[in-house]
C-alpha cells in the first residue's frame, strides 16, 4: 500500500511562463490548490500551467513533462499565465525498454510502470516463465494440473535421464510433489495417464529466433501437447513473437 501513496513537491511558481505541448487534460478550478491536488492525483503529471478564467475561477492545465523532462519544449512566455514543476526524478529517464515513469511514488522517488514482457523496479528484466513462482496467475480447468509444479528433476523416481532443465520447477501431470519436503516419484492420485485438463498462462511476450519446450507423454499430440496461442489462433513461428500465450494440455 505504502508504494501506491505519493508524495509531490512543488517548487517556485514562474511567473508569466506555461509548458506547451505535453496536456493531459484541461480543467477549471476555483483556487491553485486544486490544480496542485489535480497533479498529484494524476499520477502522470509533473507540472502545472495556471491561468485566469471567467468569475473568478482558473485554468488548471496538468501536464505529463516539466522543463527538465527529456525531449520536452522549452517554456513559452504567456501573460496571466503561471507554471509550477514538481521535483522530477523522472527526468534522468530511470525506466528502461519503454517503460513509463511516474515521479513520487516509492522510497526512490518514482516506480517504472512496464511494459508487457518486462518487469523489475527498472523494467530492466524480462518476464519469464519458468514455474519458479508458482502458477498463481494462470488459468487452470480439469484435475491434470492441480498438484503443479513440480519440485526437481527427479531422474531416479522417474526412472529417466535428467532432462537437463533450468530452475527447480517444472510441470507434470502426472507427478504430485508440489513442495521441496514432499517425496519425490509421488503420482496424481487419479493415476498418471487419466486427469485431464489446460494450464493457460498470462500473455508474454517471446524475443528471438527461437523457442523450444520440453515435453515428455510420448509422441501423441493428441494426448499430450503444448500449444503457442497468438491472437486466439494456434500459431507457431521461428520469428518474434508478440504477447502470446502458451496452453498446456493433456487430453486422454
Known amino acids: 500500500a505504502g508504494e501506491e501513496c505519493r508524495s509531490i513537491v512543488f517548487k517556485e511558481p514562474l511567473q508569466g ?81 519503454n517503460g513509463t515513469c511516474h515521479a513520487g511514488y516509492t522510497d526512490k522517488g518514482f516506480r517504472c510502470k512496464c511494459p508487457s514482457g518486462f518487469t523489475g523496479a527498472y523494467c530492466n528484466k524480462t518476464c519469464s516463465f519458468d514455474f519458479e513462482d508458482g502458477i498463481g496467475g494462470w488459468e487452470m480447468t480439469g484435475t491434470a494440473f492441480i498438484y503443479q509444479p513440480t519440485f526437481g528433476d527427479n531422474p531416479a523416481a522417474r526412472y529417466r535421464e535428467s532432462a537437463q532443465q533450468q530452475g527447480d520447477w517444472w510441470i507434470g501431470g502426472a507427478e504430485n510433489r508440489p513442495g521441496e519436503s514432499d517425496p519425490a516419484g509421488w503420482q496424481h ?64
Open 17 to 97: 511562463k506555461v509548458i506547451e505541448g505535453h496536456l493531459i487534460r484541461l480543467v477549471e478550478v476555483p483556487h491553485q490548490g486544486r490544480c496542485n491536488v489535480l497533479c498529484y492525483m494524476e499520477p502522470n503529471c509533473v507540472s502545472i500551467n495556471l491561468g485566469p478564467s471567467q468569475g473568478g475561477n482558473y485554468i488548471c492545465e496538468l501536464n505529463n513533462a516539466s522543463d527538465e523532462s527529456p525531449g520536452a519544449s522549452v517554456l513559452q512566455s504567456k501573460q496571466d499565465y503561471t507554471h509550477l514543476s514538481i521535483e522530477n526524478p523522472c527526468s534522468s529517464s530511470p525506466c528502461f525498454n
Open 189 to 252: 492420485p487419479d493415476g498418471a495417464d487419466p486427469p485431464q485438463g489446460t494450464l493457460i498462462s498470462p500473455c508474454f511476450r517471446i524475443v528471438g529466433k527461437n523457442i523450444s519446450f520440453l515435453i515428455g507423454g510420448g509422441c501423441n499430440i493428441s494426448d499430450i501437447r503444448a500449444e503457442l496461442i497468438v491472437k486466439n489462433q494456434v500459431r507457431l513461428f521461428t520469428l518474434t513473437i508478440m504477447f502470446p500465450l502458451i496452453l498446456m494440455k493433456q487430453f486422454r
